[in-house]
């Protein structure tokens, strides 16, 4: 059974409330990582990401193995969820969530995600970026398109949890092999929006643990230069640690450096 470490954080920012939400369930044969950012701009955001988060943790049994298709079937029942509250409650009838969810089989070794919206998911391998979610954001679909984004807000989205189409589905990865020292990040947009990929693979090679790493990019945030009047969003973030990626990053780091030192005899 492979060892996982986590840690987490979730920051109200400059906003009136934060309407992330973060959770998690580990237990002796899989585990559940979920982070939701409650869409802005239409009352009930918050209570989207709650009930989003809350339906998938309580629908998953972390006494079981990874079972690819009824982590559909728990998105299928948050996304449920979320639409019979917009229909018991007409001031919340507009309301909708991202969601971003990882799932790891801790016998097998092996990895599932999920994410609506445009909260993503990071994967790293030996310290290096390896896979990241595509956000359901109009600005991705005008860059895959082949069209200038430039203008676009950034922050809408053709797709979130309870938003769109009844027919529209999350986006789901393949169920992939997890080696020891794989490290996932997963995050709200106020947080990648302060923190670049490159910046996290940096802050990844400095660190001995997922709270220090979390910690560090927090500082990188909070340093962030803001135009006048521009506020900070909420940003939110889990960090799930497979294994011992502080030893395996270190020596690829280690075995990269070599290359710039004169050999010895």
């Known amino acids: 059974m492979i060892n996982i470490n986590i840690a987490s954080i979730s920051k109200q920012g400059d906003r009136a409330s934060n309407q992330d939400q973060t959770g998690e369930s580990v237990g002796d044969r899989s585990a559940c990582f979920v982070v939701c950012d409650g869409v802005a701009g239409f009352p009930g955001g918050d209570v989207a990401a709650k009930l989003a988060r809350d339906t998938i943790l309580g629908s998953f049994d972390a006494n079981q193995h990874l079972n690819a298709q009824r982590i559909r079937d728990f998105v299928g029942e948050a996304n449920a969820a979320i639409r ?37 998911l990071y994967q790293f391998r030996r310290g290096y970026v390896r896979e990241m979610t595509i956000d359901h954001s109009l600005v991705q679909q005008m860059t895959d398109a082949g069209h200038s984004a430039e ?115």
């Open 84 to 120: 019979q509250s917009q229909q018991d409650t007409p001031d919340f009838h507009r309301m909708g969530t991202t969601m971003v969810g990882l799932f790891i089989d801790r016998d097998y070794q092996l990895a599932y995600w999920t994410h609506a919206g445009d909260s993503r």
């Open 151 to 265: 203008g676009i807000n950034s922050n809408l989205l053709y797709f979130a949890l309870g938003m769109g189409a009844e027919e529209r589905d999350a986006s789901y990865s393949d169920v992939e092999p997890v080696e020891d020292g794989d490290v996932f990040l997963l995050c709200t947009d106020g947080f990648w929006h302060g923190v670049s990929a490159r910046q996290m693979e940096q802050s990844l090679h400095m660190v001995n643990t997922p709270e220090e790493w979390l910690t560090l990019m927090q500082q990188i945030i909070d340093k962030q230069p803001r135009q006048p009047g521009e506020k900070q969003d909420n940003y939110s973030a889990l960090a799930v640690w497979v294994g011992s990626p502080q030893e395996t990053t270190l020596l690829h780091s280690l075995a990269e450096a070599a290359q710039f030192f004169p050999l010895r005899d």
